[in-house]
T-cell receptor
Framework: GQNIDQPTEMTATEGAIVQINCTYQ??????LFWYQQHAGEAPTFLSY??LDGLEEKGRFSSFLSRSKGYSYLLLKELQMKDSASYLC??????????WGAGTKLIIKP | DTAVSQTPKYLVTQMGNDKSIKCEQN?????MYWYKQDSKKFLKIMFS???????INETVPNRFSPKSPDKAHLNLHINSLELGDSAVYFC???????????????FGEGSRLTVL
C-alpha cells in the first residue's frame, strides 16, 4: 500500500529552527508538496520538490531525497504565527495526491 | 476576489436530512476536488472532476454525489446524513503541472458539517 509518515506533533521555541520530516512509500513518484494549515483554515501551498536537493523560499526550505523516500521542511527564525499543521503530500505514478496525516507544530515563546 | 469559494461555511443538521455544499473557482483550473477532513485532521480525497468527468471516486458511500454543472463549479450533495459524516469538507482546484506551474491545489475555506 501507499504510506506517508510524519510526526504527529512537534514543539519548538520562537526564534529557533525546526525540521519536520516526511518519509513516503508510494507507487511511483511525481513530486512532493508541503502545505501549511492553520487551525480552522484551509491548507495553503508552501513548497514543491520533484528533483533531489534543497529548495529555499524565505524562512522555509524543503529538501527531497528520492532514493531514500524522504523529505523535510525546515523552518527558520520561528514566529508564533508558524504554529500550524504541516502536511506532506506525494504525487504517485497515477498523478494522484497521497496525503500524510500532518504534523502539528507548537511554537512556544 | 476569492479564488475558490464554497458555501455554506457552517452547516448543522439532523440525521437523515439531505444537504448540499456548493463550490466555485475563478482560476480557470481544469480539475476540481472534494476532500473530507475528520477530527484527526486527515485529508481524504472524495471526488475529483476534470472537464466535467468524474476521475476519482475513493470508496465514498453513494449517499454522496458530486455535481458539476460546468468547469468552474463542483457541488457536493449528501443524502440521508449520518453522524459519521460530521467533518470539514474542502473543495479544491488545480491545473496540470506545466512549466512553472507545480499543479498545487488551491483550497476553499472549508464547510464544517455537524450532524446531530
Amino acid at each position: 500500500g501507499q504510506n506517508i509518515d510524519q510526526p504527529t506533533e512537534m514543539t519548538a521555541t520562537e526564534g529557533a529552527i525546526v525540521q519536520i520530516n516526511c518519509t513516503y512509500q508510494t507507487s511511483g513518484f511525481n513530486g512532493l508538496f508541503w502545505y501549511q494549515q492553520h487551525a480552522g483554515e484551509a491548507p495553503t501551498f508552501l513548497s514543491y520538490n520533484v528533483l533531489d536537493g534543497l529548495e529555499e523560499k524565505g524562512r522555509f526550505s524543503s529538501f527531497l531525497s528520492r532514493s531514500k523516500g524522504y523529505s523535510y521542511l525546515l523552518l527558520k527564525e520561528l514566529q508564533m504565527k508558524d504554529s500550524a499543521s504541516y502536511l506532506c503530500a506525494v504525487v504517485d505514478s497515477n498523478y494522484q495526491l497521497i496525503w500524510g496525516a500532518g504534523t502539528k507544530l507548537i511554537i512556544k515563546p | 476576489d476569492t479564488a475558490v469559494s464554497q458555501t455554506p461555511k457552517y452547516l448543522v443538521t439532523q440525521m437523515g436530512n439531505d444537504k448540499s455544499i456548493k463550490c466555485e473557482q475563478n482560476l480557470g483550473h481544469d480539475t476540481m476536488y472534494w476532500y473530507k477532513q475528520d477530527s484527526k485532521k486527515f485529508l481524504k480525497i472524495m471526488f475529483s472532476y476534470n472537464n466535467k468527468e468524474l476521475i476519482i471516486n475513493e470508496t465514498v458511500p453513494n449517499r454522496f454525489s458530486p455535481k458539476s454543472p460546468d468547469k468552474a463549479h463542483l457541488n457536493l450533495h449528501i443524502n440521508s446524513l449520518e453522524l459519521g459524516d460530521s467533518a470539514v469538507y474542502f473543495c479544491a482546484s488545480s491545473s496540470p503541472p506545466r512549466g512553472r506551474n507545480t499543479g498545487e491545489l488551491f483550497f476553499g475555506e472549508g464547510s464544517r458539517l455537524t450532524v446531530l
